[in-house]
């Protein structure tokens, strides 16, 4: 027979077990994945777009307003866009894999929610 109070303690290590297994992966990919899309948006279109602003076209920023009204407001035209390019926005297909592309898709969208802080 278990004791009541040793019981107790195989639960906590159980519950805590899977709740780490369940939420610190997933948390920590998203936070590593949005470090990369950082420092691939800095490498690759600070240049053009600093702090979400568009050097070039200012209508066509990276604001949250701006991507909604152009219509680059998911992921998968942002995705789309970066692969292929438009007008003086080179297509990044050659220069960067589909995961980063995808990671500096998301890091785009999650400043524009932010607004840029
Ligand atoms: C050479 C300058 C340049 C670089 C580098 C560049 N962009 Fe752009 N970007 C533009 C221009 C110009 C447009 C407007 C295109 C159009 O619609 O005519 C644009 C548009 C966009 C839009 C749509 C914005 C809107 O409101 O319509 C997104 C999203 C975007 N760029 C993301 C990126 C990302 C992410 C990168 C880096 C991987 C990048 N850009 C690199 C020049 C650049």
């Not at 040793?6 to 998203?30: E, G, R, V, W």
């Not at 702090?51 to 995705?79: C, E, H, P, V, W």
């Amino acid at each position: 027979m278990i004791k009541k109070k040793s019981k107790l303690f195989i639960i906590t290590i159980i519950l805590s077990t899977l709740i780490c297994c369940l939420f610190t992966p997933n948390s920590l990919a998203d936070t590593l994945n949005s470090q990369q899309g950082k420092q691939i948006f800095q490498i690759n279109c600070a240049g053009c777009h600093p702090n979400g602003n568009n050097i070039i076209r200012r209508g066509k920023n990276l604001k949250l307003k701006a991507l909604q009204k152009n219509g680059y407001d998911s992921l998968d035209k942002i995705t789309w866009l970066v692969t292929n390019g438009k007008n003086n926005m080179s297509a990044f297909k050659d220069r960067l894999t589909e995961k980063e592309i995808n990671q500096v898709a998301n890091y785009v969208l999650e400043q524009a929610q932010n607004n840029w802080k």
